[in-house]
């Protein structure tokens, strides 16, 4: 009921060819089975990621960079959570990706946008509509993009989906209190759904690092600094099972009442 982890927080800068093949020399080092890596795996160029660089860089789910890295993975007989710009038509995601044994399992584009903080990442893809919960080994996961952590909703319904571990790729921009909210939010919707939570972020010079491992109550498991990093760690179902009994707040939650609250909202939100 275990599943063997690496995170593995590092920096992409502009040369997408490059970042692929340091994604492939981790894995190739790698004696974990899943291995997870930060947002924005194609890169973002020192001037800051403008809409050219992501068209200009953006595949197919068929494209060389998505299909070596999931070629990696049957050759390791592993499985790998990365992120691509992913072209789809006109259309181009902030997209996250499951592979393993050399199939793609799950594929989730990004619902909340960076549209904060001075940035506008709307201006740059389009956004996803779908939650994504997806079996592996004993886990049930459940994928969101860095951003989605400020929004609880989309946690809570991937927990009613039954979600029991969440992977969070992250690129976490630098600036005042963002270490203490990216802390502050993790803990926060692991332990609001009793559930493992692993955030993986990017390193210097936008993002913070600080990859983070969540257990079901909240407690920071392991932590990472800012510069590039690697590390392991074994989770167990037992300890959601366990910690579920204690606090059962999935049992206890009402769906059907919330949705009342939130239908009587609708037409004072674009929703």
Request: aromatic share 12%; glycine share 8%.
């Amino acid at each position: 009921m275990s599943l063997s982890i690496a995170v593995h927080q590092l920096s992409f800068e502009e040369g997408k060819r490059g970042n692929l093949y340091k994604i492939i020399s981790h894995l190739e080092n790698s004696t974990q089975y899943l291995n997870i890596f930060p947002e924005y795996c194609m890169g973002v160029p020192l001037t800051g990621l403008t809409k050219n660089f992501v068209q200009e860089n953006a595949e197919s789910i068929d494209g060389e960079f998505v299909s070596k890295i999931v070629s990696k993975s049957r050759e390791r007989g592993n499985a790998v959570i990365f992120t691509t710009y992913l072209r789809e038509g006109s259309e181009v995601y902030n997209a996250a990706i499951l592979a393993e044994k050399g199939h793609v399992k799950a594929i989730y584009k990004k619902i909340h946008l960076f549209d904060a903080f001075g940035y506008k990442e709307s201006e740059i893809f389009s956004p996803g509509e779908d939650i994504v919960v997806v079996g592996l080994g004993d886990f049930i996961l459940g994928l969101a993009i860095c951003f989605d952590l400020r929004f609880p909703e989309i946690f809570r319904a991937m927990a009613y989906k039954g979600a029991n571990m969440f992977i969070v790729p992250s690129g976490w921009y630098r600036g005042q209190y963002k270490v203490e909210q990216w802390k502050a939010l993790t803990t926060s919707r692991a332990h609001e759904n009793v559930s493992f939570l692993i955030a993986v972020d990017q390193t210097s010079p936008f993002f913070i690092g600080h990859s983070i491992m969540v257990s079901p109550y909240g407690v920071i498991v392991k932590q990472l600094g800012e510069e590039e990093s690697c590390v392991s760690l074994q989770v167990d179902l037992r300890d959601v099972v366990d910690a579920r009994k204690v606090i059962p707040s999935i049992a206890l939650s009402k769906p059907k009442l919330y949705m009342k609250f939130y239908n009587s909202l609708v037409d004072k939100f674009e929703v």
